[in-house]
């Protein structure tokens, strides 16, 4: 909050702000276009914006007055009913009745928000806008699957409504370097309950061994190394895993890279460009990431290392909320917020750096690291199984800080994303890390 801003004015301002940005996303994107299933990987968007609707719908209205019935509402707009390959098949709302929707939701939720009580006595789901601020998350989050979507597009590009300019980079990384935790004792997760998820709770302590972490993220210069070094054919840089998966998917290169007059070009969400040495890979999955670490003589950092890399302060003794601080994003601080549309070169926000000596551990590419996706020790589920629980196990993999496509509202230095190690459509990058 700022000046004398209330919560509650305060969570319907940037409940306003989100739904503005959901329709400039795809404001210029046809309802052809939007009912569409682009790739099996994705479902409508169509289907997002409904689904939106019905989850606002469904925390914001029946759960805060019936009590907590369904983590996801039941019926077309229930994820799990519904799974991505199947959505196009379903028979979706027009886009006026689904922006009707939209609209009604919100304005019964901001009656209601008016009524309820936020204060120290309100209950969990309530206090200090938790519920709020979830839902608020919830619609970030989708900003970015649908982006996902909108680079998939079949047909014309998408005409990303670009607003935010990439700066001159402002400071010089060299390539490879690495800085080092000494090893000891940290702290990771946070004991937060008014924004975070529950699967970034408890705070609580941890021992690492020396480890040493690369100050930037791997941009495609280096990846180029690895691919020119014959990268994609050398069996004994990949994992059994990821040699199957590199088989059945018979690629050489990130995804969105084409041949080029020897050389390679990029495609970004509405345009063909060369492929710029100094800004971090992009749509790369774990298996990749995994083989160029190893190509590299490095790994993957566990995410521990990564967010003791990211937040830890030795001097204080704390854990930062960014890299940078406690400070909220701007566009100073980090290329996050969506309307870049690509990321940036390394370097180009000089306060991007956290107290270990890591640059850019917050935007541009969500970075993979080599944990699975389980919980911390002492958690509790809150307020529902379906956002963490029901996805605990070996399956997917731990993605740390957030992308270009991430609103600020929806990434801190404790927060955990995660998806199959195979996925490459998400904004995917990574940076490497070494025994010390």
Known sequence: ???????????????????????????????????????????????????????????????????????????????????????????????????DVLAGVRARAFAALELADLDNGATPLLREGYVYRMVLQHEYQHGETMLQTLQLKQGEPYAAPRATPVPTPAMELTPGTMVCFPGGEAAIGTGDRSAAYDNERPRHRVVLEPFAIDVAPVTRADYLGFMDDGGYTRRELWTDAGWAWLQEANVDAPKYWQRANGGWRVRTMDRLHEAEAHVPVCHVCCHEAEAYARWAGKRLPTEAEWEVAASWDPATGRNRIYPWGDEEPSPLHANLDQLAFEPAPVGSYPRNVSALGCY???????EWTSTTFGPYPGYEMFPYAEYSEVFFGPDYRVLR??????????????FRNWDYPIRRQIFSGFRCARDA
């Open 1 to 99: 909050m700022t000046g004398t801003m209330s919560l509650k004015e305060d969570l319907a301002r940037r409940l306003t702000d989100a739904r503005a940005r959901t329709l400039l996303l795809v404001g210029n994107v046809s309802e052809d276009d939007l009912r569409r299933q682009h790739d099996p990987l994705m479902g409508p968007i169509l289907w997002d914006l409904g689904h939106i609707a019905h989850f606002e719908e469904l925390w914001l209205l029946d759960n805060l007055r019936d009590g907590i019935r369904f983590g996801e509402m039941p019926g077309m707009f229930n994820p799990f009913e519904n799974p991505r390959a199947a959505r196009g098949k379903l028979e979706l709302p027009t886009l006026k009745a689904m922006l």
């Open 360 to 366: 850019g551990m917050i935007g541009d590419v969500w």
């Open 401 to 414: 800080g957030g992308s270009w496509a991430t609103r600020g509202g929806a990434v801190r230095a404790s």
